[in-house]
């Protein structure tokens, strides 16, 4: 068990750039979660997946936001057309997942976004 | 609308002494209330979490108390370290026949242990 990873920690892009950001869970957790933690804040829910399929999506998640996770494995979060208020801590979680056998939520380090 | 508030927004406590952290929720669906420890640089870890057929939870130095009828429930850590310096997230989510729902997370306590 290496625990949740995310790619790249830091990401420094231009405005009107696109990035993309990349978790790999805890390999046998089912469900996969990203949240966005700006400076002083807890962490905000945007969107998860159970396997492969995104199941709930937040009012944060505009539509130059968007995530997959194919083959239910690593999921990607890419931004489109970033601005300066897309700077955040993009945080990615990982749960386990079978009826009401729930298992707690285990988070990335995250990858620190900076828009200039 | 935020639905889970916390105070205070910052700690100081000397080497030894208590640290309380307290939070009350709104929904009462919320049935599952985790405590997060987060230092600088690195995601929140999960420091101990109580369901509400609980009105307390010990786990070494940090306890969960809890209150259901005033929908609050804090965070007491005993015999403060200066290791514990780190900002502590509450939360809660509720559950949907059996499945967890997602965690609505408080805007954090910033503790800091004097030695």
């Known amino acids: 068990d290496t625990g949740v990873s995310q790619d790249p920690r830091h990401k420094i892009t231009k405005r009107g750039q696109n990035v993309t950001f990349r978790c790999d869970p805890i390999?046998?957790?089912?469900?996969l979660y990203w949240y966005r933690q700006t400076l002083g804040q807890g962490p905000e829910f945007l969107t998860y997946f159970q396997n492969e399929a995104q199941l709930e999506k937040s009012r944060l998640l505009s539509d130059r936001f968007s995530a997959e996770r194919p083959k239910g494995s690593f999921s990607t979060l890419e931004i489109q057309r970033t601005e300066q208020g897309d700077s955040a801590m993009y945080l990615c979680?990982?749960?386990?997942?079978?009826?009401?056998?729930?298992?707690?939520?285990?988070f990335g380090n995250g990858t620190r976004l900076t828009v200039t | 609308q935020q639905q889970v508030k916390q105070s205070p927004q910052s700690l100081i406590v000397q080497k030894g002494g208590i640290s309380i952290i307290n939070c009350a929720y709104e929904?009462?669906?919320?049935?599952?209330f985790p405590w997060y420890q987060q230092f600088p640089g690195k995601g929140p870890a999960l420091l101990i979490a109580?369901?509400?057929?609980?009105s307390e939870k010990k786990e070494g130095r940090f306890t969960i108390s809890f209150n259901k009828s005033a929908k609050q429930f804090s965070l007491h850590i005993m015999d403060s370290q200066p290791g514990d310096s780190a900002t502590y997230f509450c939360a809660a989510s509720p559950t949907y026949g059996g499945s967890q729902g997602n965690l609505i997370f408080g805007k954090g306590t910033k503790l800091s242990v004097k030695p």
């Open positions: 929904n009462t669906a919320f049935d599952y």
């Open positions: 390999s046998e957790h089912n469900r």
């Open positions: 109580i369901r509400p057929d609980v």
């Open positions: 979680a990982s749960s386990f997942e079978i009826g009401s056998n729930n298992s707690p939520l285990h």
